[in-house]
């Protein structure tokens, strides 16, 4: 997983890249990748928390994600 600034370092090199976060640091990503000059770029959105999820669950979870997070990765 990457963070918004890996993100961006790696979309400056031409290496598709996304963040996956959760619901809670919406507002947090949005700064970041305005503050960076890349206003609107995709990320994922999963429902927060996930902490608690026992690995089972989070499997599940991740599952459901794995089309959107391909999809921001297609160049």
């Known amino acids: 997983m990457c963070s918004v600034y890996d993100t961006v370092e790696f ?7 996304t963040t996956i976060i959760t619901s809670a640091f919406k507002k947090a990503a949005d700064f970041q990748f305005r503050g ?12 927060h928390p996930v902490s608690n999820f ?3 669950q989070m499997r599940e979870l991740t ?13």
């Open 11 to 17: 979309e400056k090199l031409g290496i598709p890249s």
């Open 54 to 56: 026992q690995p089972v």
């Open 63 to 75: 599952l459901q994600y794995v089309d959107e997070v391909a999809s921001h990765l297609k160049s």
């Open 36 to 47: 960076k000059g890349m206003q609107g770029h995709p990320y994922v959105v999963l429902p």
